[in-house]
Structure formats: C-alpha cells, structure tokens
C-alpha cells in the first residue's frame, strides 16, 4: 500500500490539493488494476490518489447527439442502463465478457482506458461504438476519438495528472456485437477479442467499425477492413473476405496466454462470427 491515500470531494479540490502530493502518485477510480498490481508487488507509488466519488465523474447523460458516460460509473451501472442499451449495443455485448460480477459492480471505463491494456473489453468496445473521449486537466479541458487515446502497451496521450473525466458516444442506430476467446467461457483475459458495430440498411452495411483486442500494442482501430465493410451486402461471402482481410490489419505477440498466428487466425474467425450475428 502506498504511503499517503487521499480523497478529494470534487475536482476543484483535486487541482488545489496537487502541489502538495507526493511526485509518485497514481489515481485510483474503482481499483481493480491498481490493487492487483500492488498485491502483486509491482506497484510502488507513494501516494494514490481516489477518484471514485467525484461527482464529475459520475452518471450517464443523453444530448441531442450523444449519450455521455461518466468516467467513473461502475460497469454494473451501465449494464443496468436503458440508454446505454439503447445506444451502445457494442458494449452492452461486451459488458457480460468484462471480467466478473463482483469486479463489475467496482470497475470503471475510466480505469479501464486509463489502464491501456490491449486487451481492455470495455475500450475495445467503445472504440468499435467510435467514441470520444473527454479529459480535464485543473479545468483546462480537451476531446480527442478514444482509439487516439493509446500510444503503446500500458501508455496513453495522457499528460500528467490529466483526468478521463467522460466518454461520448454518438447516437445513431446501429447493431453491435462483440466476441472474445480467452481460457475460460467469461473471466478471463483475452487471447483476441472482435468488436463490431454496423449501421444496416436493406441487408447491406451502411456504415462499419471493426475494433479488435489484445492483437495489437493498443485496443485496435481496424480502418481498412471498417472502410472495405461499407456498402456491401452483410452475407456469408462478405463475413468470409472481411474476415480474411482483417488479419493483414492485427500485429499479435506470442506470450504466455497464446502464439501470435494463433491470434491472427482467431481474428478473421471471430470477425467472421461477427458479421454473421448481425446478418441474423
């Protein structure tokens, strides 16, 4: 545990509490990543700084163009959610794949962004939705596409002491799915991982986004085979050459959870799996 944990009551306490805090500090929104990673004893900051209860953060709101996700509502709260089943069909298919139900009612999308895993289920989703993000940082505020966010491994566009403070995702119907292959049926990390979301439109794709997961150094923007999609008929023939398509876009690794060709394969059949789920 660190030495020093504080709790701000809003973010305007927050920048006014900064100076004072230790250089080594983390923040800690639902705690998940940042508590494993201490038991783990890879975790040395001298200072966390908790996060989740600031009412900035929190609630999911609908404007005339988006729905607005609080950085810091629960995953069990979204899945709970009539407007994020609404909107975000994506993520809702994901939601049941995020980890487990006691971690759901603690984790964040904040956390999970902020955490820039590849293998993230709740990002890798949002990405696929084509959210944005929005940050602050002692009231300066910015906005920028979430699949923008990742600059590697465990490493984002995030300045320091900058906050995730919500996601945007744009209204607009469409149908989503998400398919993840890892050890076990659900709890489990992802050995690749498939978000689709699709505007349909007479049997033929309008409009597609394939994002993918732990098959690249970051949660996957897959533009090519997301530009190829639109305008074609949503069939088994499509399903196959997108799927076929899709694994010149992935760059796996082979590490202790799967061999990287195995990943690769995984993608198109994933995809594949996909794209036929919608057609139905």
């Known amino acids: 545990m660190p030495d020093i944990i504080v709790k701000p009551a809003s973010l305007k306490e927050l920048w006014k509490t900064l100076p004072g805090l230790p250089a080594a500090r983390r923040y800690l929104a639902g705690g998940t990543d940042i508590v494993t990673a201490d038991n783990a004893g890879v975790e040395r900051s001298e200072c966390w700084v908790d996060i989740s209860d600031l009412p900035e953060l929190a609630g999911v709101e609908e404007t005339a163009a988006a729905l607005v996700i609080g950085a810091g509502e629960k995953i069990s709260g979204l899945e709970r959610s009539a407007a994020v089943r609404r909107w975000c069909p994506v993520l809702v298919s994901a939601i049941p794949h995020f980890a487990s139900p006691s971690l759901r009612n603690m984790a964040t999308l904040g956390g999970n962004a902020g955490n820039a895993s590849p293998c993230a289920d709740g990002v890798c989703a949002l990405v696929a939705e084509g959210a944005f993000v929005r940050l602050e940082l002692k009231g300066k505020r910015r906005r920028l596409p979430l699949k923008d966010l990742f600059t590697g491994p465990k490493r984002t566009a995030l300045r320091r002491d900058e906050l995730i403070t919500a996601f945007e995702v744009p ?110």
């Open 171 to 280: 209204k607009r119907r469409h149908a989503g799915a998400y398919l993840k292959l890892g050890p076990r049926s659900y709890f489990g990390i992802s050995k690749a991982a498939v978000a689709v979301a699709a505007e349909l439109e007479r049997g033929a794709v309008k409009s597609a986004s394939v994002a993918l997961g732990s098959v690249a150094p970051v949660p996957l923007y897959a533009a090519g085979v997301s530009a190829w999609l639109a305008g074609r008929p949503l069939s088994a023939g499509t399903a196959v050459e997108a799927a076929a398509r899709v694994k010149a876009e992935v760059s796996p690794i082979t590490d202790a959870r799967s061999e990287a060709e195995y990943r690769r394969e995984m993608c198109g059949v994933l995809l594949e799996r996909a794209l036929l789920s919608l057609a139905r």
